[in-house]
C-alpha cells in the first residue's frame, strides 16, 4: 500500500498562514491524483484541493480559493497546502488523500483509495 503522512497543522491565528505536507511512500504511480480535504467537528469531510501529479492541474474549492495553493514536488514524493489568511471556519482535521488512477479531477472523498492521518488545523480569532 501507499502510506501518507500529514504534517505542519497547529495553532494560528486568524489572517496567518501555515504550510501543510503530506509526504507519500510505498509504490506510487505517475498518473496520481492527490488531494486534500478537512473534517470540521460534527461536519462531513469536504474537498478542499486536488492537484494532478503528472500535469500539475489544480482546482480548488469555492471557499478556500484565492487563499490555498496545493503544489507538488515530484523528487519528494510530497504534496503541499499552502494556506494563507487563515479564518477560524477553517478549522479542521485536514486529510491528504491519493486517487491511483488520477481520472478526471476527483472531488469526492469516495474516488480516494488511501488517506493520511489528519493533522489538526485550529485558527483561533
Known amino acids: 500500500q501507499v502510506q501518507l503522512v500529514e504534517s505542519g497543522g497547529g495553532l494560528v491565528q486568524a489572517g496567518g498562514s501555515l504550510r501543510l505536507s503530506c509526504a507519500a511512500t510505498?509504490?506510487?504511480?505517475?498518473?496520481?491524483?492527490m488531494g486534500w480535504f478537512r473534517q470540521a467537528p460534527g461536519k462531513e469531510r469536504e474537498f478542499v484541493a486536488v492537484i494532478s501529479w503528472s500535469s500539475g492541474y489544480t482546482y480548488y474549492a469555492d471557499s478556500v480559493k484565492g487563499r490555498f495553493t496545493i503544489s507538488r514536488d515530484n523528487a519528494k514524493n510530497t504534496v503541499y497546502l499552502q494556506m494563507n489568511s487563515l479564518k477560524p471556519e477553517d478549522t479542521a482535521v485536514y486529510y491528504c488523500g491519493a486517487d491511483p488512477m488520477g481520472l478526471g479531477v476527483p472531488i469526492t472523498s469516495y474516488e480516494y483509495d488511501y488517506w493520511g492521518q489528519g493533522t489538526q488545523v485550529t485558527v483561533s480569532s
Open positions: 510505498g509504490r506510487t504511480f505517475s498518473n496520481y491524483a
